[in-house]
């Protein structure tokens, strides 16, 4: 199946420090990919939708210019945290749909936890 | 209240058992149902989709819709040690099972020997 890669983890931060967060779907090309975080024990909420080429589309209630997404390429997607605060450890994950193959879905990275100190 | 409500358990069977997770929803505009199993800090893994009501069995796994009732339900039959996991169910408004999806709070699932 289609293969989705995050990079960092996990990773530990300074209050006020950004942090970028990588995407990439490995075997395939997405013109989208979406984001997704995921605080413990609560399910995944839907950040904003990558769009390759154009502006990101940010879910209500997200600031978009505190979780910056840049979709570089047709296989690379990153979201950056800027200014990071306590408030935003969580999990992140990124998800990228695929077409053809058994079925169209999304398949979704293995996620990167932020820990802001 | 939410789109999508989902018992969030835990709950805990003995190998062997027959598991039921459900989920039901408020918007009919919902077309494409998904489960996904979410290993401890791992990213979710697709287990079934479906797009219309009835029944859908893929290995053990059983997934049922009743778009009537706004009610899906995924069954395990012959349960592992190995499904101990949360169980997303997730739902779609597009016309594809890829468009922007709406998940449950997740269930957790421990499966004992």
């Known amino acids: 199946g289609a293969v989705v890669s995050q990079h960092p983890s996990w990773v530990i931060c300074k209050s006020g420090t950004s942090v970028k967060i990588e995407c990439r779907s490995l075997?395939?090309?997405?013109?989208?990919m979406f984001w997704y975080r995921q605080f413990p024990k609560q399910s995944l909420m839907l950040m904003a939708t990558?769009?390759?080429?154009?502006?990101?589309?940010?879910e209500q209630g997200v600031e978009k210019d505190k979780f910056l997404i840049n979709h570089a390429s047709l296989t690379l997607s990153t979201l950056t945290v800027t200014s990071a605060h306590p408030e935003d450890s969580s999990f992140y994950i990124c998800?990228?749909?695929?077409?053809?193959?058994?079925?169209?879905?999304?398949?979704f990275g293995p996620g990167t936890r932020l820990t802001v100190l | 209240q939410k789109e999508v409500e989902q018992d969030p358990g835990p709950l805990s069977v003995p190998e062997g058992a027959i598991v039921s997770l459900n989920c039901t929803y408020s918007?009919?505009?919902?077309?494409?149902f998904m489960w996904y199993r979410q290993y401890s800090r791992k990213g979710p893994e697709l287990l079934m989709y479906?797009?219309?009501?009835g029944n859908k069995e893929d290995g053990r796994f059983t997934a049922q819709v009743d778009k009537s009732s706004k009610y899906i339900s995924l069954f395990i039959r012959d349960s592992q040690p190995s499904d101990s996991a949360t169980y997303l169910c997730?739902?779609?408004?597009?016309?594809?099972?890829?468009?922007?999806?709406?998940f449950g709070q997740g269930t957790i699932l421990t499966v004992h020997p």
């Open positions: 479906t797009y219309s009501s």
């Open positions: 918007n009919s505009a919902f077309q494409y």
């Open positions: 998800s990228a749909p695929s077409s053809g193959g058994r079925t169209d879905t999304q398949y």
């Open positions: 075997d395939f090309q997405a013109t989208t």
């Open positions: 997730a739902m779609s408004r597009s016309g594809t099972s890829y468009g922007k999806l709406t």
């Open positions: 990558s769009n390759e080429g154009s502006k990101a589309t940010y």
